[in-house]
T-cell receptor, first 113, second 114 residues
C-alpha cells in the first residue's frame, strides 16, 4: 500500500540554524500539507500546497518557514532560523484531490537546543 | 471559529470492554468529520470518516455517527483489544475557503489491559 515517507525521523539542531524536513508524498497525490505537534499539544495545520504554490497557511507559518516541491517526488519544509519553540513533531500529509482523505507520514521529531 | 473538543485521557480499560470516546465540534455548515489513530511510534492513520449528517463511519470494529443536532461524533467500539492501545484524534475539515486543512482535537490516549 502506498504511503507517505518522511526523513529524517529525528533531528537535533542548534537555535538559529536552518533545517530542512523532507517528505515523499504518495505518487499520484496532488495536494500536500505540513502539520506540527508540540509535545503535549494539539496537531496544528501549518500549510497546504497545490500546483506549486501555497494554497493556504496558518498564522504559525510565518516568514521563517517555506515549502518547496523541488522535483517530482519530494516536498520539503524549511525553517530558516530555528527557535526553541519550533521543537515539535512535524507531519507531512498528501491527498489525491481537494477535500479528499489526507494520508500522513510517520513524522520528523525536531529538537532545537 | 472551528474547533474540536474531545474527552481527556488517559482512558484505561480491560480487554473486551465497551469503549466510548466523546467528541464535539464547533463549525459552520456541514464539515467533514474524522477519527485518526496514532499507534506508538507511528504516524496518524485515518480510522474512519463521515461527510454528512447521520452518516456512520466504521472501520476495524470502531463506529462513529455524525450528529448535527448535538454537533457530536463520538467514537465507539463494542469490545476493545490490547492492540487498540493508541492515541485517538477527533478532527474536522471545515467548509468554505479553509476547507483544505484538518482541525484536530487534543487526542485521547487509550490503554487496554489484558
Amino acid at each position: 500500500e502506498p504511503e507517505v515517507t518522511q526523513t529524517p525521523s529525528h533531528q537535533v539542531t542548534q537555535m538559529g540554524q536552518e533545517v530542512i524536513l523532507r517528505c515523499v508524498p504518495i505518487s499520484n497525490h496532488l495536494y500536500f500539507y505540513w502539520y506540527r505537534q508540540i509535545l503535549g499539544q494539539k496537531v496544528e495545520f501549518l500549510v497546504s500546497f497545490y500546483n506549486n504554490e501555497i494554497s493556504e497557511k496558518s498564522e504559525i507559518f510565518d516568514d521563517q518557514f517555506s515549502v518547496e516541491r523541488p522535483d517530482g517526488s519530494n516536498f520539503t519544509l524549511k525553517i530558516r532560523s530555528t527557535k526553541l519553540e519550533d521543537s515539535a513533531m512535524y507531519f507531512c500529509a498528501s491527498s489525491e484531490a481537494y477535500r479528499e482523505t489526507q494520508y500522513f507520514g510517520p513524522g520528523t521529531r525536531l529538537l532545537v537546543l | 471559529g472551528n474547533s474540536v473538543t474531545q474527552m481527556e485521557g488517559p482512558v484505561t480499560l480491560s480487554e473486551e470492554a465497551f469503549l466510548t470516546i466523546n467528541c464535539t465540534y464547533t463549525a459552520t455548515g456541514y464539515p467533514s468529520l474524522f477519527w485518526y489513530v496514532q499507534y506508538p511510534g507511528e504516524g496518524l492513520q485515518l480510522l474512519l470518516k463521515a461527510t454528512k449528517a447521520d452518516d456512520k463511519g466504521s472501520n476495524k470494529g470502531f463506529e462513529a455517527t455524525y450528529r448535527k443536532e448535538t454537533t457530536s461524533f463520538h467514537l465507539e467500539k463494542g469490545s476493545v483489544q490490547v492492540s487498540d492501545s493508541a492515541v485517538y484524534f477527533c478532527a474536522l475539515t471545515p467548509v468554505g475557503s479553509s476547507a483544505s486543512k484538518i482541525i484536530f482535537g487534543s487526542g485521547t490516549r487509550l490503554s487496554i489491559r489484558p
